[in-house]
Structures are given as structure tokens and as C-alpha cells.
């Protein structure tokens, strides 16, 4: 945490950015549920109310308060008291336990998919607190833990790959800089961490990012891995979310430790990785993996800025809307994605960051926050539509499924962007 | 990351700054711990004092006040500036910036202020001048019964929103549906009088289509009164006044508190923001520091001295003994007067770097509730220090 809740003056702001509060009159908004209700709950007897529950963790309040305090940290301890204190419901039990529901999902795909898809489900769904009239994901079998390439983690054997077989010229011409001299590339090595999500549900995205990696002349590992633990933390369940994130921060540590940078493309995994491990989840590499841990388009960037990579994109005509996570928005510097698609010549891009798509993962899924998930999710896709786009791209996989619920324009991962930019779909 | 110059502060001089120095093809940055005051201020321009001409008011200020430094046309053309440009991002700002004009506040009082945002531009109630007021059911940031305390016979009709908050009511606003409803049921209200004030709840994106459907459809003069905050003017204003530096071109580094910065010579070079795993970096080649007053959190006051809280550079100290005889909550408190001294070149006096540049309401002896002149001297002096700036890096 940055500052104390007595820091909080009531200025309100964090209201003014609060998603929930303005279409659901039964939350409070973030100064009440934070900082406010903090000084009741110091007297440790039960004193959670349950609208505490309505809050996304979004994190936009953190992001907007000019004292340093983090409503949604002090919120989200109160959830997780709030599910102590009282019975946990078979909703948050089965969220708190996605990992193995989407380990599960994805091997028995062909049921999984015949199922969720049918309306025999339909009031089971309904009977354990869940939403039935919104598409369930489609599970793959063919997962990105499933064909991974093993682990290499013998860095310093590997050889070093020159320029010629990374297709680049030896001097690069570029209109801004002028002729520049080719930079050896230092050697990079990439272990992507691609959460549950890119794993089950959008291996094909998974897939692009990897080759888009490899074209680069990346070396890139796929590490074992589990659930980054934020469903278990939004469900209350802080004991097993902090079992997933020592299992993950032990894993990603031994690369760390052998000279590797660790990627991710879903924004909430990696908000996790960054913020929550070394503090909620207090794991002991935690400090290591938040330090050493990229989105991958600031990594991109980076090694663009560095010289290590040119990006040679073929001129794509499209108007792109950007849907912005809010745990990318989370992260508080221009948006490296956007940075990126402005170098494709003929793309257009809007930036569209102020709506929160009300979805916020297991929080959409749940029968009571319907109003709220649908409210939010109309507005932001009014906003999105503003500038009349062929396309809607968003990092997070649950804003498009979210998105796609309301808008029938095509909504992808921004990586497919790229891909087709870097001519790598075979057109 | 590089840039020509990063601007410390996204309040409106700091945006203001960051919008003139994008337009002259400068790489420019804004760096914020978090969102600025404006978003829960009423969104009214304030330029100077409470007389009828405003240039005239500056004239009477002290000579060391930050505007002098500006001048008269200086403030002039920043200021129409400000409004042409957000004007033709679909902000229109009512009112002339040379006159003052009178607005109703959730008080029920008037106060005097320069420009106003769009919706208030009926807000000014002449004497004898009826008016309707239009409230909600169980609203939490407005109360009717002040206003007609201060003007008695005003009648109130109050609709049911089925929500109690001004942002909840003002979402509401902008969907089609609740409007239509909305609009129905004011035209089953009797109202006799040509004026209607409502708080400011009429949408937060639409409120140009909003107000101008309620004309049309009802055939009465809408005008929003400010609530005690949150306050959706305010939350217009600088989401606009955002959107508008990001269509120029300016980068944002949001929930960036600034923690260290490095230093070559007498320039600095680059500033570290704290946060969770690395720290990010930037760097530039002037940086501009609008990180406001006390409230803002540019400057601290420890009990013995006051401090400025990014790159510690010596703030002017009103007498110390005044500080705590006062009476606090009178206007014209001495700790009004504290804040960084700058030469005409808007450079901090004995801050020790060559390419720092300063604006808004830390400037020392700007007095912004004594004299009115919050907005427009974040303006105008935004401005200012952003064609030092420019002229710094030719």
C-alpha cells in the first residue's frame, strides 16, 4: 500500500472514476468502502457490510487518487474478511477454483463445450448463482501448456543467432532516425506467462504471440504454471490464491534466476504478477517477479528502443477502436500497444479508456451483478462505436467476450493486429 | 522513455502547458499521481475578483502576483486560446474573459466567476428575475430548500431517478430512454417560469444532445447549478480537457508519484516513478512543474517549514508568526502566499536547474481564493512557462 487511508482528505475523486457506483445505488463508492469503513473495521469485530461484494477491483480509484491511498487494496482485504465472516457461496468456491475448472474444461473440450452450450445446464447455472444468458467460453483441447516446447533453460549454450537469420538488414533504414547502423542484438529470452485464459479458451492468440516472439529471434519458453490466483483473491479465497502464486512466483524465479524476462499478455495476470505478489500475496520471489515481469508490448518496445528489434510492418487500412482493460489502465504509463500499432501505416487508432466493460472476470458471471455488468458493458460499447470501427481490439479476454455481447463488429486480441501487420498470417 | 519536455501535474496548467508545447511539435509528457482538483471543481473559469471588469480587478492585484508576470495581453490570448481550442472539442464556454458574471451556487448564493461551461450559460439570475427548480428524489449533493430560502417563490418539482447520486443520475442522463421519460414528466409539471435550474446531473458524455433535446422538447431555459462534489462539471471538463491533449499527441503516465530524479550540471535529467516492481523512467530535456498548492500536494508544510515535494527547491515562506495567529478560515490566510518564487523567464529563483519551469497555483503569492483567479491563472501562466520553454529548447 502507498499510503495510509488517514491520508484520504474525501475529495471525492475516486468516486468520480468509480464504474460501479455510478449505475448501482446499492455500493457506496470506493472513499465510503475504503477508506471511510476502514477506521470501523480496525475494532475487528464483524463489521463487513455485504455491499462490500459489489466492488470489481477495477482499480481505478487507486489509479485516480491524487493522496496515494489504494481504495481497492483496502476493499479487497475487506472482501476477503467479508467472505471469512460469512459463508462462502458455491459461486465463489467454483471461481476461487478456475484453474482446475479450465485445466478440466479444456481436456474434456468437446463435452465442455456440448455442455455449457446446451440448455440442459441452464438451470444448474441458475441454482449455484450464475448467469445463463451469456455464452460460456469455448474451451480448446489444444492448449498452450498442452504442445509446449520444453523448458530451455540452458541459456548459455544456445547460439547466438546473427542478423542474417533474423531477416533484418544489416544497416536499417528509417525515416525518423535516418540510416543506423545494425545493433547486435543482446540475446533475449522470453518466458511468456500466459494465465488461464490465452491457455483454454484463446490458444490461437497464445500461438501468434509466440511466433510473433520467435520472428523476432526471441528465444521464448513456456514455463509450468497455474492460475495467477486473482480469481481465488476476488472470491475471497486468500489461501489459495496465495498457494498459486507460490507456485508461480518458485517457477518464474528459477528462470528469472537464469537470465530470463517473463511476458505476459493477459493485463489482469500480469497486474497480479506485479502487484499483488510481492504485497497481498506475500510470496518470497514475489519482489523478483514483479521486477522482472513485462506486458508484452512495453517488452516489444523496449528491445525496438534498445535496437534489438526493427518492426518492417506492411501498411494495413483499418479503424481501430482500443478497448482498454482497466488493469492496464492499472499500470499507469502510455499505452505501449497503441505506441506500436501507430508505426502500421493506415491504421488508425482510438483510444477509448474511460469506461470499465463491467465484466471484471467472475464478477460477470454471477447472477446478482447483472444490472451492473450489463450497464457498464452498454456504455462502454456506445463509447467504443463512437468513431464507427471495423475493428474493436482489447488485451483482456474477458472485456471481448464481455464487448462481443453487445456489438456485432469484430473484436480480436491486439496481437492478431500485429500478426497480419508482420505479413506472419501467410497473406 | 525520451521526451522534449514532461510536465509534472495534469491539472489544467499542467495540461494547458502540455497541449501548447504538442502544437508546436514538441514530444511532450504529463506525469500525475493521480487525477487533478479541476475534476471536482464547478468547471467555471474563474479570472479575477468579484468587479464587473476583470482586467480591471488584476490591475488592483499586488505587484508580486504570478498574473504580472503574464501580462494583460498574455492572459488575454491564453485564455481565448484555452477556449477556442476546447470550444472546438465540443466544450463551449459561455461569457467574455474581460467581464465578470454571477452564478447560483448549491447554497443558494451568487458567486462571481468569468466563463462557464455550456449549461450554465442561464445560470446568471437577474433581480426579480423567477425562476423553476427541477431536484431528485433523495439526491445526496443537492438541496432545494437553500435556494429558495435566498429566493423565495421558487417552486420545486422533484423526480424519482430511482438512484440518489448526482453521478448515478447523470449516467442515467445520458441513456435515451431515461431521458424521454424524464422529459415527459417535466412537461406534465406546471411550470410558469421561462428559467429552469437543475443540479448538474444532465449526462456526462451527451450533454450538448441532452440540453438541447430538453429545449427543444420542454420550450424552458435549462441551467445546471453546481453540487458539492462529486461535481460532473468538473468531471466534464477534465476528461475533455484530456482527451483533447491526447488527440495532440500528449503521453499520460498516470499513478505516478515521482520518488527520486537524476541531475547532470544544473539540468535535470530524468525523473523515477515509484511503483509496484520497476520503477519506470522519463526523461527529458525541460520539465515544467505545475504540481499545485497545498491541497494538490506540490507543496507540504511540516510545522516548521514548507517544503516542495518533487525536487525539494526552496519555496517562499509568508512570515511564520502570521501563520498561526490568523484566523484560519478567513480569506487572505498568509499561507496563501507560499510557494515557488520564479524570474520572467518562469524559472524557479535558487531551485539550482537550468531547464525547470514552473506554473499554476504553486507560484508564490498567486492567492487563488482571495482573488478569484484559480482557473485563469492555471491557464495563463500553463501557457506562459510552456513558450519559455519553447524558447528554452530552440
Same mark, same amino acid.
Given at each position: 500500500?502507498?499510503?495510509?487511508?488517514?491520508?484520504?482528505?474525501?475529495?471525492?475523486?475516486?468516486?468520480?472514476?468509480?464504474?460501479?457506483?455510478?449505475?448501482?445505488?446499492?455500493?457506496?463508492?470506493?472513499?465510503?468502502?475504503?477508506?471511510?469503513?476502514?477506521?470501523?473495521?480496525?475494532?475487528?469485530?464483524?463489521?463487513?457490510?455485504?455491499?462490500?461484494?459489489?466492488?470489481?477491483?477495477?482499480?481505478?480509484?487507486?489509479?485516480?487518487?491524487?493522496?496515494?491511498?489504494?481504495?481497492?487494496?483496502?476493499?479487497?482485504?475487506?472482501?476477503?474478511? !467479508?467472505?471469512?465472516?460469512?459463508?462462502?457461496?458455491?459461486?465463489?468456491?467454483?471461481?476461487? %477454483?478456475?484453474?482446475?475448472?479450465?485445466?478440466?474444461?479444456?481436456?474434456?473440450?468437446?463435452?465442455?463445450?456440448?455442455?455449457?452450450?446446451?440448455?440442459?445446464?441452464?438451470?444448474?447455472?441458475?441454482?449455484?448463482?450464475?448467469? %445463463?444468458?451469456?455464452?460460456?467460453?469455448? &474451451?480448446?483441447?489444444?492448449?498452450?501448456?498442452?504442445?509446449?516446447?520444453?523448458?530451455?533453460?540452458?541459456?548459455?549454450?544456445?547460439?547466438?543467432?546473427? #542478423?542474417?537469420?533474423?531477416?533484418?538488414?544489416?544497416?536499417?533504414?528509417?525515416?525518423? !532516425?535516418?540510416?543506423?547502423?545494425?545493433?547486435?542484438?543482446?540475446?533475449?529470452?522470453? #518466458?511468456? !506467462?500466459?494465465?488461464?485464459?490465452? +491457455?483454454? %479458451?484463446?490458444?490461437?492468440?497464445?500461438?501468434?504471440?509466440?511466433?510473433?516472439?520467435?520472428? &523476432?529471434?526471441?528465444?521464448?519458453?513456456?514455463?509450468?504454471?497455474?492460475?495467477?490466483?486473482?480469481?481465488?483473491?476476488?472470491?475471497?479465497?486468500?489461501?489459495?490464491?496465495?498457494?498459486? #502464486?507460490?507456485?508461480?512466483?518458485?517457477?518464474?524465479?528459477?528462470?528469472?534466476?537464469?537470465?530470463?524476462?517473463?511476458?505476459?499478455?493477459?493485463?489482469?495476470?500480469?497486474?497480479?504478477?506485479? !502487484?499483488?505478489?510481492?504485497?497481498?500475496?506475500?510470496?518470497?520471489?514475489?519482489?523478483?517477479?514483479?521486477?522482472?515481469?513485462?506486458?508484452?508490448?512495453?517488452?516489444?518496445?523496449?528491445?525496438?528502443?534498445?535496437?534489438?528489434?526493427?518492426?518492417?510492418?506492411?501498411?494495413?487500412?483499418?479503424?481501430?477502436?482500443?478497448?482498454?482493460?482497466?488493469?492496464?489502465?492499472?499500470?499507469?504509463?502510455?499505452?505501449?500497444?497503441?505506441?506500436?500499432? +501507430?508505426?502500421?501505416?493506415?491504421? %488508425? @487508432? &482510438?483510444?477509448?479508456?474511460? +469506461?470499465?466493460?463491467?465484466?471484471?472476470?467472475?464478477?460477470? &458471471?454471477?447472477?446478482?451483478?447483472?444490472?451492473?455488468?450489463?450497464?457498464?458493458?452498454?456504455? #462502454?460499447?456506445?463509447?467504443?462505436?463512437?468513431?464507427?470501427?471495423?475493428?474493436?481490439?482489447?488485451?483482456?479476454?474477458?472485456?471481448?467476450?464481455?464487448?462481443?455481447?453487445?456489438?456485432?463488429?469484430?473484436?480480436?486480441?491486439?496481437?492478431? @493486429?500485429?500478426?497480419?501487420?508482420?505479413?506472419?498470417?501467410?497473406? | 522513455?525520451?521526451?522534449?519536455?514532461?510536465?509534472?501535474?495534469?491539472?489544467?496548467?499542467?495540461?494547458?502547458?502540455?497541449?501548447?508545447?504538442?502544437?508546436?511539435?514538441?514530444?511532450?509528457?504529463?506525469?500525475?499521481?493521480?487525477?487533478?482538483?479541476?475534476?471536482?471543481?464547478?468547471?467555471? *473559469?474563474?479570472?479575477?475578483?468579484?468587479?464587473?471588469?476583470?482586467?480591471?480587478?488584476?490591475?488592483?492585484? $499586488?505587484?508580486?502576483?504570478?498574473?504580472?508576470?503574464?501580462?494583460?495581453?498574455? *492572459?488575454?490570448?491564453?485564455?481565448?486560446?484555452?477556449?477556442?481550442?476546447?470550444?472546438?472539442?465540443?466544450?463551449?464556454?459561455?461569457?467574455?474573459?474581460?467581464?465578470?458574471?454571477?452564478?447560483?451556487?448549491?447554497?443558494?448564493?451568487?458567486?462571481?466567476?468569468?466563463?462557464?461551461?455550456? $449549461?450554465?450559460?442561464?445560470?446568471?439570475?437577474?433581480?426579480?428575475?423567477?425562476?423553476?427548480?427541477?431536484?431528485?428524489?433523495?439526491?445526496?449533493?443537492?438541496? /432545494?430548500?437553500?435556494?429558495?430560502?435566498?429566493? $423565495?417563490?421558487?417552486?420545486?418539482?422533484?423526480?424519482?431517478?430511482?438512484?440518489?447520486?448526482?453521478?448515478?443520475?447523470?449516467?442515467?442522463?445520458?441513456?435515451?430512454?431515461?431521458?424521454?421519460?424524464?422529459?415527459?414528466?417535466?412537461?406534465?409539471?406546471?411550470?410558469?417560469?421561462?428559467?429552469?435550474?437543475?443540479?448538474?446531473?444532465?449526462?456526462?458524455?451527451?450533454?450538448?444532445?441532452?440540453?438541447?433535446?430538453?429545449?427543444?422538447?420542454?420550450?424552458?431555459?435549462?441551467?445546471?447549478? /453546481?453540487?458539492?462534489? $462529486?461535481?460532473?462539471?468538473?468531471?466534464?471538463?477534465?476528461?475533455?480537457?484530456?482527451?483533447?491533449?491526447?488527440?495532440?499527441?500528449?503521453?499520460?503516465?498516470?499513478?505516478?508519484?515521482?520518488?527520486?530524479?537524476?541531475?547532470?550540471?544544473?539540468?535535470?535529467?530524468? *525523473?523515477?516513478?515509484?511503483?509496484?516492481?520497476? /520503477?519506470?523512467?522519463?526523461?527529458?530535456?525541460?520539465?515544467?512543474?505545475?504540481?499545485?498548492?497545498?491541497?494538490?500536494?506540490?507543496?507540504?508544510?511540516?510545522?516548521?517549514?514548507?517544503?516542495?515535494?518533487?525536487?525539494?527547491?526552496?519555496?517562499?515562506?509568508?512570515?511564520?508568526?502570521?501563520?498561526?495567529?490568523?484566523?484560519?478560515?478567513?480569506?487572505?490566510?498568509?499561507?496563501?502566499?507560499?510557494? *515557488?518564487?520564479?524570474?520572467?523567464?518562469?524559472?524557479?529563483?535558487?531551485?539550482?536547474?537550468?531547464?525547470?519551469?514552473?506554473?499554476?497555483?504553486?507560484?508564490?503569492?498567486?492567492?487563488?481564493?482571495?482573488?478569484?483567479?484559480?482557473?485563469?491563472?492555471?491557464?495563463?501562466?500553463?501557457?506562459?512557462?510552456?513558450?519559455?520553454?519553447?524558447?528554452?529548447?530552440?
Amino acid at each position: 500500500m502507498r499510503a495510509s487511508f488517514e491520508n484520504c482528505i474525501r475529495c471525492t475523486i475516486c468516486v468520480e472514476n468509480c464504474p460501479v457506483f455510478k449505475v448501482n445505488p446499492e455500493y457506496p463508492g470506493p472513499k465510503q468502502a475504503g477508506p471511510d469503513a476502514e477506521r470501523f473495521r480496525l475494532d475487528g469485530i464483524e463489521t463487513v457490510d455485504k455491499w462490500i461484494t459489489h466492488c470489481t477491483q477495477c482499480k481505478r480509484c487507486d489509479y485516480s487518487c491524487p493522496y496515494g491511498v489504494d481504495p481497492s487494496k483496502l476493499i479487497l482485504n475487506a472482501q476477503i474478511r !467479508y467472505v471469512r465472516e460469512n459463508r462462502k457461496t458455491l459461486a465463489q468456491i467454483l471461481f476461487s %477454483n478456475f484453474h482446475y475448472i479450465s485445466r478440466l474444461g479444456s481436456f474434456f473440450s468437446i463435452i465442455t463445450n456440448i455442455v455449457t452450450s446446451s440448455p440442459v445446464l441452464k438451470p444448474v447455472f441458475k441454482a449455484i448463482g450464475l448467469r %445463463n444468458d451469456i455464452p460460456f467460453p469455448v &474451451f480448446y483441447f489444444k492448449t498452450l501448456q498442452r504442445n509446449r516446447k520444453k523448458a530451455v533453460r540452458t541459456p548459455y549454450s544456445v547460439e547466438q543467432k546473427t #542478423a542474417e537469420n533474423l531477416k533484418m538488414p544489416l544497416v536499417v533504414e528509417n525515416e525518423r !532516425y535516418g540510416n543506423i547502423p545494425y545493433i547486435e542484438p543482446k540475446k533475449r529470452k522470453a #518466458a511468456f !506467462y500466459h494465465g488461464c485464459y490465452l +491457455n483454454s %479458451n484463446a490458444p490461437v492468440e497464445g500461438r501468434m504471440i509466440i511466433s510473433i516472439l520467435e520472428y &523476432f529471434g526471441i528465444e521464448v519458453a513456456i514455463p509450468d504454471q497455474v492460475c495467477c490466483g486473482l480469481p481465488a483473491l476476488g472470491n475471497g479465497d486468500l489461501d489459495k490464491a496465495r498457494g498459486f #502464486a507460490k507456485k508461480n512466483s518458485r517457477e518464474l524465479a528459477g528462470y528469472i534466476n537464469e537470465g530470463w524476462d517473463i511476458l505476459y499478455s493477459c493485463t489482469s495476470c500480469g497486474h497480479t504478477l506485479i !502487484y499483488d505478489y510481492p504485497e497481498i500475496l506475500d510470496t518470497k520471489e514475489g519482489e523478483l517477479v514483479s521486477k522482472n515481469t513485462w506486458n508484452l508490448y512495453e517488452y516489444l518496445l523496449l528491445l525496438q528502443k534498445e535496437g534489438t528489434i526493427e518492426f518492417n510492418f506492411k501498411p494495413l487500412d483499418k479503424m481501430i477502436s482500443y478497448h482498454i482493460p482497466c488493469h492496464l489502465r492499472g499500470r499507469g504509463v502510455p499505452y505501449p500497444a497503441v505506441e506500436i500499432f +501507430n508505426q502500421i501505416p493506415g491504421v %488508425n @487508432i &482510438f483510444i477509448q479508456d474511460e +469506461n470499465c466493460c463491467g465484466f471484471s472476470g467472475s464478477f460477470g &458471471f454471477k447472477e446478482k451483478n447483472k444490472t451492473t455488468t450489463d450497464t457498464l458493458g452498454r456504455i #462502454a460499447v456506445e463509447s467504443l462505436m463512437e468513431p464507427e470501427p471495423d475493428t474493436i481490439i482489447s488485451d483482456c479476454g474477458a472485456c471481448r467476450m464481455q464487448i462481443s455481447n453487445f456489438t456485432d463488429t469484430t473484436i480480436i486480441d491486439p496481437i492478431q @493486429i500485429l500478426h497480419k501487420a508482420l505479413s506472419l498470417d501467410g497473406s | 522513455m525520451k521526451y522534449n519536455v514532461a510536465v509534472i501535474g495534469s491539472g489544467m496548467s499542467g495540461i494547458m502547458a502540455s497541449i501548447y508545447l504538442a502544437e508546436k511539435g514538441l514530444k511532450t509528457a504529463v506525469i500525475s499521481k493521480g487525477d487533478p482538483i479541476c475534476s471536482v471543481s464547478s468547471g467555471c *473559469i474563474d479570472i479575477a475578483g468579484t468587479g464587473s471588469d476583470t482586467f480591471l480587478e488584476i490591475e488592483k492585484f $499586488p505587484a508580486e502576483h504570478p498574473y504580472h508576470k503574464v501580462g494583460k495581453e498574455g *492572459i488575454a490570448d491564453s485564455i481565448n486560446y484555452f477556449k477556442e481550442l476546447i470550444g472546438k472539442y465540443g466544450f463551449i464556454y459561455s461569457g467574455d474573459i474581460d467581464k465578470n458574471r454571477s452564478i447560483l451556487t448549491p447554497i443558494g448564493k451568487k458567486r462571481t466567476t468569468s466563463l462557464v461551461p455550456f $449549461p450554465m450559460e442561464y445560470a446568471d439570475i437577474k433581480e426579480g428575475e423567477n425562476f423553476h427548480i427541477i431536484s431528485f428524489k433523495d439526491i445526496k449533493d443537492f438541496f /432545494p430548500s437553500y435556494v429558495v430560502i435566498n429566493y $423565495p417563490g421558487t417552486k420545486v418539482s422533484v423526480f424519482d431517478a430511482e438512484t440518489d447520486s448526482t453521478l448515478g443520475i447523470a449516467t442515467k442522463m445520458d441513456n435515451e430512454d431515461f431521458l424521454l421519460t424524464f422529459i415527459s414528466w417535466i412537461n406534465r409539471q406546471n411550470i410558469e417560469t421561462d428559467k429552469v435550474g437543475i443540479p448538474a446531473v444532465l449526462g456526462i458524455n451527451k450533454t450538448d444532445s441532452i440540453l438541447k433535446k430538453l429545449q427543444e422538447e420542454t420550450g424552458k431555459l435549462f441551467f445546471e447549478i /453546481p453540487t458539492l462534489p $462529486p461535481s460532473i462539471p468538473g468531471l466534464r471538463l477534465y476528461r475533455k480537457f484530456k482527451k483533447l491533449a491526447e488527440s495532440k499527441g500528449v503521453c499520460f503516465y498516470g499513478n505516478a508519484e515521482i520518488s527520486n530524479f537524476e541531475s547532470e550540471n544544473d539540468k535535470i535529467t530524468e *525523473i523515477v516513478i515509484k511503483k509496484p516492481g520497476r /520503477p519506470d523512467t522519463v526523461s527529458a530535456d525541460a520539465f515544467i512543474l505545475a504540481t499545485g498548492s497545498f491541497v494538490s500536494g506540490g507543496l507540504r508544510f511540516n510545522k516548521t517549514e514548507f517544503i516542495e515535494t518533487v525536487f525539494n527547491i526552496p519555496v517562499y515562506s509568508p512570515n511564520s508568526t502570521d501563520l498561526f495567529n490568523k484566523d484560519f478560515f478567513k480569506l487572505g490566510h498568509p499561507i496563501e502566499k507560499a510557494g *515557488i518564487l520564479i524570474n520572467e523567464n518562469f524559472k524557479p529563483l535558487e531551485a539550482g536547474f537550468s531547464n525547470l519551469f514552473a506554473a499554476g497555483s504553486i507560484l508564490a503569492n498567486s492567492e487563488t481564493m482571495k482573488y478569484g483567479c484559480g482557473h485563469g491563472m492555471a491557464i495563463s501562466t500553463g501557457v506562459a512557462a510552456a513558450k519559455n520553454v519553447e524558447e528554452y529548447l530552440k
